[in-house]
């Protein structure tokens, strides 16, 4: 009689039903109704779009969560910025698909852009979101206290995070755009919007 074996089972979770890839040209058109049923069909005047407006993302920090349906379902990009003379990046605009909350879209999509970044050799990134959401990821407004941004804003959601220690030390007074800029026709084609999607999970603006 053979002995019943008592070997340990590994239990494997069910992979995620997306994947994270860089952002491709045919994106353009449902990332743009993400971002618009997101944050609002007047998202291009919120504070932060001051510093993307005519500007390209930093190269290889444009990145989007596909479902296995083949759907859109959440974008990220990161922009070169000055942070008071210091070099960074900005984060933002995150979106996450309603439909798909709960399913660690925003956080993937936050841990790959971080480590692109880093990878890339970018010193910091900053953004503006909600500081509970953010802080599991390293954010937090320590060194933030003394930048602003080019308009009103709330300034417990400025928030940064140091990919090389010490990168913010001392940063001080206004962040500005310093990224390559776009074609003016390309620039005012990423302006238009088309139809609705579902709205976010909480996100940097």
Known sequence: MTAKRNDPVAFIRKAAPFAIRAERASDVVAREALLDACFGENRHARICQRLRDGRAPAQGLSLAAVHQDGRLVGTVRLWHVSAGGRSALMLGPLAVDDDCRGLGVGAALMQ??????KTRGHGAVILLGDAPYYARFGFTAAKTGE????????????????????ALDGA?????????????????????????????VPHAA
Request: avoid cysteine.
């Open 112 to 117: 790959r852009a971080l480590a692109v970044a």
């Open 147 to 166: 930048l602003s941004l080019p308009g009103a804003f709330a300034r417990e959601r400025l928030l940064g995070l140091e990919l090389v220690e010490r």
């Open 172 to 200: 001080w007074g206004m962040i500005t755009p310093t990224g390559a800029a776009l074609p003016q026709s390309k620039a005012t084609r990423t302006r238009s919007r088309t139809r609705k999607a579902p709205l976010a």
